[in-house]
């Protein structure tokens, strides 16, 4: 299932681990490990902030997808099944069967 990881760093977690070199591995290991479709980085809310989207092949993976933020970077998480366009439109015409 296509997942949406938003990873909310506060800013004194983020800033030790930027001293100590530490938050791009965080960062960069989620894209090794997820090997997202998209991923991007941006401020929000006074916080470092990042945004992968990935095919989740199972839910015994959220362990490994969130406990490196926790550990890492004591970061909020926010993990939601996401469509893209083809997907939306593929439910649309299964749903509009079942009006």
């Known amino acids: 299932m296509r997942m ?7 800013t004194d977690a983020s800033n030790v681990a930027f001293k100590d070199e530490s938050l791009g591995k965080v960062l960069m290991g989620a894209i090794e490990r997820l090997k997202p479709e998209a991923a991007y980085f941006f401020p929000e809310d006074g916080k470092r902030t990042a945004l992968y989207v990935f095919d989740m092949k199972d839910e015994a993976q959220i362990p ?3 406990e490196p933020f926790f550990h890492g970077v004591n970061a909020d998480i926010t993990l939601i ?3 893209n366009a083809d997907d939306v439109a593929k439910g649309i015409a299964e749903a509009a069967k079942s009006l």
């Open 81 to 83: 099944p996401v469509m």
């Open 4 to 10: 949406m990881l938003k990873v909310s760093m506060p």
């Open 64 to 66: 490994v997808v969130v």
